[in-house]
């Protein structure tokens, strides 16, 4: 069974203190794994897209990398505007429907 | 880009009354629009698939009778949950994907059974 599993659940940063997200999955076949942010009672909002182990992609102070097992998304120097929830999905082989990891809560302080 | 415009963007209704959720692509045709259920500080639940002029494809113990999904054109989809009941209050989230844009998601409804 496909899972995608997110560490940590909760994360507290000071501006400008980089960090990363994890997320872990099994999938049969990856066609896709996907980056979104989530603002409370919205809907997620795209970031990134990875296709195969070894792509990166960057957008300000964001970079996605992702491996075989797991992709990481590196904040640099975060800033308060990017507190929100970070969600993983991954796109199976079989069928369209992205399967969501439960997300990774990140509080960005002054 | 590609817009999905979801209403109403929150909602209370009486439990044993029904809810219609919209979802409209403006500015492409979805063939496919995805369902999804979110509770607090919980993963996206993907509910059912919808494919215009087709029936919805449900997600395993999803109620089909409960959650009516109609895709009747390619620029909306609604999902009307019948006989709502507290335990049905959730944040609601539709999905429509195309191969030039990928996956577009909605703003949400928040709908709160009393």
């Known amino acids: 069974e496909d899972q995608v599993t997110q560490s940590p659940e909760a994360l507290r940063l000071q501006e400008g203190e980089s960090s990363s997200l994890n997320c872990s999955y099994t999938?049969?076949?990856?066609?896709?794994l996907f980056w979104y942010r989530q603002d409370p009672g919205k809907g997620p909002e795209f970031l990134f897209t990875?296709?195969?182990a070894g792509e990166e992609k960057e957008k300000e102070r964001l970079k996605a990398t992702l491996t075989k097992k797991e992709s990481f998304l590196h904040i640099t120097a975060p800033k308060p505007e990017d507190s929100a929830t970070y969600l993983c999905?991954?796109?199976?082989?079989?069928?369209?429907?992205?399967?969501f990891g439960k997300g990774t809560s990140l509080l960005v302080t002054p | 880009g590609a817009v999905v415009s979801q209403h109403p963007s929150w909602v209370i209704c009486k439990s044993g009354t029904s809810v219609k959720i919209e979802c409209r692509s403006l500015?492409?045709?979805?063939?496919?629009m995805f369902w999804y259920r979110q509770f607090p500080k919980q993963s996206l639940m993907l509910m059912a698939t919808?494919?215009?002029?087709?029936?919805?494809?449900?997600e395993q113990g999803v109620e089909k009778d409960k959650f009516l999904i109609n895709h009747a054109s390619l620029t909306l989809s609604t999902l009307t949950v019948t006989s709502a009941h507290p335990e049905d209050s959730s944040f609601y989230i539709c999905?429509?994907?195309?191969?030039?844009?990928?996956?577009?998601f909605g703003s949400g409804t928040r709908l709160t059974v009393v």
């Open positions: 999905a991954v796109q199976p082989r079989e069928g369209y429907a992205l399967n």
């Open positions: 500015d492409f045709q979805a063939t496919t």
């Open positions: 999938v049969s076949g990856l066609r896709g």
């Open positions: 999905s429509a994907r195309t191969v030039s844009h990928g996956y577009t």
């Open positions: 990875l296709y195969s």
């Open positions: 919808s494919n215009e002029g087709s029936k919805a494809t449900y």
